[in-house]
């Protein structure tokens, strides 16, 4: 089973934070879309003939795009790719961009899975966000997609903002809840280096980021999560038993995909690829703009990464298997002294982060990555 990313690169306007390529200009829609076609029908042999078990509509804002300007993408999908008839089909959501006929047409069209981009229920915070919606669009959209017969949602919120305190956070989470949705997305404010906002902030046009309400509100989610039956099985993500993000696991886990679209990526089990991200680069030129081989290091620096941010967490056994002896008794000496200063758990062949040691998971994780073994 393989994976498929497309990256729909449009948006209404450019959120202060976002540090993703995406263009607030719909003026060369058409010529995009087309030659977004043409490369899913270029790389058709890219995955090697493996079924594809999830398609996953990422951006930008890709409900930006009408229902008849999605349906010829996943007509192309179907008759150049075999879809598994179980797909998970996810497309991301702006609450400002959906309307029961809209989604009423997604689900004709045979997406099952929606990502939606709350982000807060609480206008000031939108406001500082220069998101395009307001908090009655947040309130709204999960009732109109459940009355459109979705029940496989996700909605995104952003925490550690300086327009909320601890009360106002734990009122989101209460709202999140109260809606009875499988899966829910929760990110740090952080500020990249592009965006609008950490030139606002530079400029002391807005107000500064506090790493020390980052860390109070991930504390709260983690604690409310737990507590409503929801499973923290990524760092930044979280579900009720058995209603993960397919496509999203696919990547902790090594599974192979095929991007599509300006910057997107694509993996094939050894090496890596990309797309140009730049929108005229990428309609007059589909081939990757950059290829790289991973190294047996880098194939395991990767898997480490990726799965330390999990609650599978780091298969010793996996690692001995596949990637050899040198590499997992490397891995489990490393953990050593991790493990004595409390830093990392381990059950049997399995390490792990708890939800206190996420917090510190980037240095833990560089802390097992291999030099030249």
Same mark, same amino acid.
């Given at each position: ?5 497309i990256h729909?690169?449009f948006?209404l306007?450019?959120?202060a934070?976002c540090?993703? =390529?995406?263009?607030? !200009?719909l $003026?060369?829609?058409e010529?995009? %879309?087309?030659?977004?076609? +043409? ?6 042999d890219?995955?090697h ?10 951006g930008?804002t890709?409900s930006?795009?009408s229902?008849?300007?999605?349906q010829p993408?996943?007509?192309?999908l179907h ?6 008839p179980?797909?998970?089909i996810t ?6 961009t959906?309307?029961?006929? =809209?989604?009423?047409g !997604?689900r $004709?069209?045979g997406v099952?899975? %929606?990502s939606?981009?709350? +982000? ?10 220069s998101?395009k919606?307001?908090?009655a ?27 909320s305190d601890?009360s ?5 989470l209460d709202?999140?809840?109260e ?5 829910l997305s929760?990110y740090a404010l ?9 030139r +606002?902030?530079?400029?002391?046009k807005a107000?500064?980021?506090?790493e ?14 737990a507590?409503?039956g929801f499973?923290?099985y990524e760092?930044?993500n979280?579900?009720?038993?058995g209603?993960?993000?397919r496509?999203n696991?696919s990547?902790?886990?090594g599974i192979?995909?095929a991007?599509f679209?300006?910057?997107a990526h694509?993996y ?7 797309n ?10 589909r ?23 999990t609650?599978w ?6 690692i001995?298997?596949?990637m ?5 008794t ?14 990392l758990?381990?059950?049997?062949e399995?390490?792990?982060?708890t939800?206190e ?8 994780a ?6 030249s073994?």
């Open positions: 089973m393989s994976g498929i990313y729909i690169p948006c306007s450019k959120c934070y540090g993703f =390529y995406s263009i607030a !200009l $003026k060369r829609k010529e995009l %879309l087309n030659a977004l076609q +043409q490369e899913i029908i270029q790389r058709k890219y995955l003939g493996e079924t594809i078990d999830t398609v996953y509509f990422g930008g890709p930006i795009l229902i008849d300007e999605l993408i996943l007509e192309t008759a150049t790719f075999e879809i598994n179980q797909a998970e497309l991301e959501a702006n609450p400002d959906l309307s029961l006929d =809209y989604l009423e !997604l $004709k069209l099952n899975r %929606l939606i981009g709350i +982000q807060s229920f609480f206008d000031n915070d939108l406001q500082y966000l998101r919606h307001n908090a669009h947040a309130r709204e959209c999960v009732g109109l997609a459940k009355a459109a017969g979705f029940n496989n949602i996700s909605l995104d919120l952003i925490y550690g903002l300086p327009t601890a106002q956070w734990n009122r989101n709202l999140f809840f809606m009875d949705v499988p899966h929760a952080t500020l990249e280096p592009n965006a609008i906002l950490t +606002q902030i530079a400029q002391g107000l500064p980021v506090n020390e309400d980052a860390v109070r509100d991930y504390e709260i989610l983690c604690h409310r999560a507590e409503n499973l923290h760092i930044s979280f579900c009720q038993p209603r993960h993000s496509h696991a990547y902790w886990f192979p995909y991007g679209g300006p910057s694509s094939d089990g050894a090496s890596r690829q990309w140009a991200d730049a929108l005229e680069r990428y309609v007059e030129n081939e990757p703009s950059e290829k790289e081989t991973l190294s047996a290091e880098q194939q395991y620096d990767e898997y480490v990464m990726l799965r330390l941010r609650m967490g780091i298969d010793l056994k996996y001995k298997r596949e050899g002896e040198r590499f997992s490397y891995c489990e000496r490393q953990a050593q002294p991790l493990i004595a200063q409390g830093r758990s381990q059950t049997r399995f390490l792990y982060l939800d040691q996420m917090l510190f998971a980037d240095a833990i560089t802390s097992l990555m291999a030099p073994i």
